[in-house]
């Protein structure tokens, strides 16, 4: 049996390069403050949903059980005040995800362009996935800035697992989460 190979142009192959070049070159910028470590994020899950490495690149990958996603389906088609655009918000988050952190690389204002709602409803929609314990919430404390401080969304690792074929040395400057997740039961039928 033969195995299939995607057909890769000249194009291609530059852009991709390109691409690895530039997150290997943002990586160290991460450990210099919260705000850097932010911006670098976002860039990155940019760069990777603008390229497509090939495998065993630092492609990152999301593993979730079709159970699990089907109950954080049906807890928000029950319980959400807007439970259609509630399932486009679950949907959008796996496309912005930061490897190996399962951090959420989006504003609320980008989630309220991409989906058409207003910045509010994004707050509401974001907290009826934390009490359901889809995703969970740590507060940051900016330098400077009063009140509790920026909030910032992760992936629960019991719903969805986020990974990395990164290398080592990759991985070891991602900032990894300071909260100890907590298994949360929830959507039983």
Known sequence: MRNVTRLRTHKDRLQEDQADLLKQALLPFAETSPAMRDAV???YVQIKNLTTPDPGTT???VMIRPAQNAAVVDWLEANSKRPMKAMRVWALLFDHLMPHTGQIMLTREEISEAIGIRADDVSQIMNELVKFGAIFSERERV????GPGLVRYYMNRHVAEVGSRATQEELALIPKPGTKLEIVQGGKR
Not at 143 to 146: P, V
Request: zero cysteines; aromatic letters at 10%.
């Open 41 to 43: 994020g976002r860039l």
């Open 59 to 61: 492609e990152p990958f």
């Open 143 to 146: 330098e400077g800035l009063r």
